[in-house]
């Protein structure tokens, strides 16, 4: 993930390797190379840049950089430094698995896998938390004012970041097995019973310009959800049945001179 200003790459590594490193890309430099203790799912930058937060395995850690958005230097014998970090308040979420988190206007939102959210403050104290009543949760995404969450068997639910009241949960794609829908359908009508199966989500994106929300299911389709309208959710376009299995999404700005090997191919996600 690139730092806000985009002076610098952060990277991390696998279960096994559990390495932090922060790249000053611009130059092929690797400029920290930290050792987490535990692995970690994913991250997320503060809106200012001024840290990013990592979530994993009983694991939530703030990452530090200076006033001026740089990786403040230790004394070390090493040309790298080592980031200043400090850990989150978890003495009542100690044995949590994070999935997911988000930073928005001085909070940390981290979702862990059994389903509950915590929101934590600007001195990473545990400041509220709610269970978002799913099986299993996966992943989330956010906006300035919506939390997206991504769980298992289809579900996406959807909160306000400033009070977490539950907006919606976006409709369900057809059951396992049973995508077969006929061209131009704006609305699915699901034949679902209560043995079917949904697809697990992997991973959301929103455009919040179009007011659409992007969805990566298991099965490897991809819903564009149309939400100008959150009381009447719609099919805005679908990608079915890719040919291998997909682990992230993400939105190419249109700011970007992106090449592609066919032109008829280009998208925007």
């Known amino acids: 993930m690139f730092s806000p200003n985009l002076h ?5 590594g696998d279960a096994n390797d559990r390495g932090l490193f922060v790249w000053d890309w611009e130059n092929e430099q690797r400029v920290t190379s930290n050792k987490l203790g535990k692995p970690v799912n994913t991250l997320a930058f503060s809106e200012s840049g001024e840290f990013f937060v990592t979530a994993g395995y009983m694991h939530l850690k ?3 950089f200076d006033e001026n958005g740089r990786v403040q230097k230790t004394e070390t014998n090493s040309k790298e430094s080592i980031m200043e970090s400090k850990s989150a308040d978890l003495t009542k979420v100690k044995t949590k698995v994070f999935v997911g988190v988000g930073c928005r206007q001085g909070q940390v ?3 862990a896998s059994d389903g509950h959210l915590y929101v934590y403050d600007k001195n990473r104290k545990l400041a509220k938390w709610m269970n978002i009543k799913v099986e299993r949760a996966i992943s989330c995404t956010m906006t300035n004012d919506h939390l997206f969450c991504g769980c298992s068997d289809g579900v996406v639910r959807v909160f306000g970041t400033k009070s977490l009241e539950h907006i919606l949960t976006l409709p369900k794609p057809p059951p396992l097995g049973q995508a077969n829908i006929e061209s131009g359908v704006k609305r699915i009508r699901i034949p679902a019973t209560k043995d079917s199966k949904f697809a697990d989500i992997m991973a959301i994106i929103v455009d919040e310009v179009n007011h659409r929300v992007v969805v990566l299911y298991s099965d490897r389709m991809i819903f564009i959800w149309d939400i100008k309208q959150l009381d009447k959710i ?3 376009r679908t990608a079915l049945s890719h040919c291998g299995p997909i682990h992230e999404i ?6 970007m001179d992106v090449g592609y090997l066919d032109d008829e191919s280009s998208v925007n996600l």
């Open 109 to 111: 939102f981290a979702l």
């Open 8 to 12: 610098y790459l952060i990277s991390l």
């Open 250 to 255: 993400q939105y190419i700005p249109n700011s």
């Open 62 to 64: 703030y990452w530090y």
């Open 234 to 236: 719609s099919v805005y």
